[in-house]
């Protein structure tokens, strides 16, 4: 019997980080994982440092999102509070 290979679940890197991008004496490395981190490390001096990328559209949409079910609770206390007191 022949042992095979497990199959690979890693992406490839390339799929991961970006052409990294010089400018300004600092360089900049584009980072996109499938797990929905995005942003770019920077390196200037010597020294790294993460710089996440906000999506301000998430971050709209989470609080509508939690606006409206703040809302319907609210609601539904009220409702059963005006029902009781018949």
């Known amino acids: 019997m022949e ?17 990294q991008i010089d400018c300004d004496g600092a360089t900049l490395v584009p980072v ?9 490390y920077v390196i200037r001096d010597g020294k790294v440092r993460w710089m996440p990328a906000l999506n301000l559209n998430w971050v709209i949409a989470g609080g509508q999102m939690l606006g409206v079910a703040a809302a319907m609770m609210a609601g539904g206390v009220l409702i059963a509070r005006a029902l009781r007191r018949q």
Do not use: I, T, Y
Not at 6 to 19: C, N, T
Not at 32 to 40: D, V
């Open 3 to 19: 042992a095979r290979e497990k199959p690979r679940l890693k992406p490839r890197l390339a799929a991961w980080f970006g052409e």
């Open 32 to 40: 996109n994982s499938p797990f929905g981190a995005r942003g770019a």
